[in-house]
């Protein structure tokens, strides 16, 4: 998880996640870099094999990470969700 500069009480929830989850890592940027920054410093951190980036703002619902990896077990190596207006 990777805290890009927040100025909510967003780096102690991820601090105390990491102690509880196994394999959680947390990342703190020592400011707003943006999000894509904030990505790929992640996807340079990750280790695993499968990586799941979404917002933490809950625009994209973390329910669809199961979604998501029941795709991998039919043979999918990329998904993308995508919603059509």
Partial sequence: MIDDGSYD???NTIESLTQTIPNLI????SRNF?????????IEH???EWIVVMDGDLQ???QEITRLLEKT?????????????
């Fill in 73 to 85: 077990n039919e043979g999918y190596k990329i998904i993308m969700r995508t919603e059509l207006t």
């Fill in 34 to 42: 943006g999000q894509h920054y904030a990505i790929a410093c992640g």
């Fill in 60 to 62: 994209d619902n973390p």
């Fill in 46 to 48: 990750v280790k695993g």
């Fill in 9 to 11: 009480n967003s780096w």
């Fill in 26 to 29: 947390g990342i703190k940027l």
